[in-house]
């Protein structure tokens, strides 16, 4: 214990001195000798989940070239690119030169990712000299000219190594079906989205009583534990929603209320669309769901409730049940521009990067999250993501352009149309007349859930609110929270007028995901 706390004396009075001279080593660098209860906290304060994400420092194609960056470890770093044909092929391969230099310190180091469409592959340099990364033969034609025309892209892992592992330490727990991955989330979205978790005075269920729902009334769900409470943090961060997940009730001519979900796990483990009986989805809510769901209610106004053909949405919700669903569209309804969509250090470099990896890890998977949809957009079938990227740029265009391509209601993919949670509501809100006049220009598929949770369909008038709403909590939301320990708080809630072509060029930056008037 002696030798720690001198260790972090030594950080201490090195933190505070200038030197003349490259220190032999950053604060940073000596942090993980230290005890966990001294490191960790401060290890937290410098790295977080997002610095996992690399960013684009540039792209090598020729010696000519004159691509220099500053790294987190080498503050002075340069590439370029030399063709050759050692392996004797029909178009040869590529010696990556990396010259870095100027560490801000002897024990630091740079973590980089490499890619072309066809390829990826990662290195990290220590030393102070020029480094090489061999490609001895290009995958083809395709790959040859497109590093040719466009350069082998770089990537830096800007917290370094061990900010990345700090980094993946801060991801990991977001994933746990603990306290620990709860507290997690809570911390990150916090942290990063700028979000409150304000405690609710107990009971934290409500009493429901069903008669009070209608056929039309949103269910808006956060979750914030376990794998979903994860993936629904991520989703939340990327595109400002305050909820995750969305469901739909319906009564039939019986009486009997229902639930329409897209996203419901069936005995095998898919996700589908389905249509369920209320008490079973409550009771599953209450009883099953590990995720610690908080729900809130959100009923429609009368007049909306009054046009709602509830003919046309059963027709709708039957005709989609037991379909799978829709993965496709999820990472175009949050990408409507250029660059002011993604949260630092995301950008269109970045995705194309991570579509990439995974391509190469998961490609059953690939194709079913975007490879079909960037097809659409390009009018083409059947190009996976290398042919994809190649084919943009042959079109004169980039991918970051080809992102912000709307998605398309009437886009039919291998399985069907692309319906995830909120594209399965707000098309069923558009068969029951709630968008009319303008349904016929509306994109739902575009939609978030913010941008649904923001319509001006639901109630304004709190008087008018069930009895039950809200019950013994002492901020009266305009809508009904009925689970959850945290309020749950819907910026910009019931606010938004349907528009032609809603949605569609949307910017949406964190913290505060400001928009412009017409958005």
Not at 133 to 155: P, Q, R
Not at 355 to 377: D, F, H, V
């Amino acid at each position: 214990m002696k030798i720690a706390w001198l260790l972090l004396l030594l950080l201490v009075s090195v933190s505070v001195q200038v030197w003349a001279l490259k220190s032999p080593f950053h604060p940073r660098d000596v942090l993980p000798l230290l005890p966990k209860q001294l490191s960790w906290p401060i290890l937290n304060r410098l790295h977080s989940a997002v610095d996992l994400l690399p960013v684009f420092v540039g792209a090598a194609s020729s010696p000519d070239d004159n691509l220099k960056w500053k790294g987190a470890c080498f503050y002075e770093n340069k590439a370029w690119m030399v063709f050759h044909n050692k392996s004797g092929t029909q178009f040869g391969g590529g010696t990556l030169h990396l010259k870095v230099s100027n560490a801000h310190s002897w024990t630091c180091m740079d973590l980089y990712i490499f890619a072309t469409p066809y390829r990826v592959t990662w290195d990290y340099y220590f030393l102070a000299r020029e480094h090489t990364l061999e490609i001895k033969e290009w995958e083809g034609k395709a790959e040859y000219e497109y590093v040719k025309n466009h350069g082998l892209s770089i990537f830096l892992l800007q917290a370094g190594m061990l900010g990345t592992l700090q980094a993946l330490w801060e991801v990991f727990p977001l994933f746990t079906n603990t306290g620990w991955g709860e507290n997690s989330n809570i911390k990150f979205l916090e942290k990063h989205m700028g979000a409150s978790f304000e405690v609710r005075p107990q009971p934290w269920v409500t009493n429901v009583s069903a008669d009070d729902i209608h056929s039309g009334d949103f269910l808006a769900v956060s979750k914030i534990r376990g794998r979903w409470g994860a993936f629904e943090t991520l989703e939340k961060w990327v595109s400002g929603a305050y909820a995750g997940h969305t469901a739909v009730c319906l009564r039939d001519s019986s009486g009997k209320l229902w639930v329409g979900e897209s996203g419901h796990e069936n005995e095998k483990g898919e996700d589908i669309i389905a249509v369920i009986p209320w008490e079973e989805w409550w009771d599953f809510e209450l009883n099953n769901d590990d995720s610690n769901p908080h729900i809130a209610l959100l009923p429609l106004h009368p007049a909306l409730r009054a046009r709602f053909n509830e003919t046309a949405a059963w027709e709708y919700a039957l005709s989609m049940a037991g379909k799978p669903y829709g993965y496709h569209n999820m990472i175009f309804s949050w990408i409507d521009t250029l660059n002011e969509n993604y949260p630092p250090p995301l950008d269109a470099n970045v995705v194309a990067c991570v579509m990439t990896i995974w391509s190469q890890l998961q490609p059953e998977y690939a194709a079913n999250m975007w490879n079909e949809a960037l097809n659409k957009r390009l009018g083409t079938k059947g190009l996976d993501l290398s042919e994809v990227l190649v084919e943009v740029e042959k079109r004169g265009s980039s991918f970051d352009e080809l992102l912000t391509i709307p998605e398309q209601d009437d886009w039919i993919y291998s399985d069907g149309k692309s319906t995830s949670c909120i594209a399965f509501i707000l098309e069923m809100y558009k068969e029951a007349g709630l968008f009319d006049p303008v349904a016929s220009s509306v994109q739902v598929t575009e939609f978030t859930i913010k941008d649904a949770y923001i319509l001006n369909f639901f109630e304004n008038n709190s008087t008018r609110l069930p009895k039950w709403c809200n019950d013994g909590d002492t901020v009266k939301l305009p809508y009904c929270q009925i689970k959850g320990k945290y309020r749950m708080d819907l910026p910009g809630y019931n606010t938004m007028q349907p528009y032609p072509h809603m949605n569609e060029r949307c910017p949406s930056l964190p913290p505060k995901y400001s928009r412009p008037q017409n958005c």
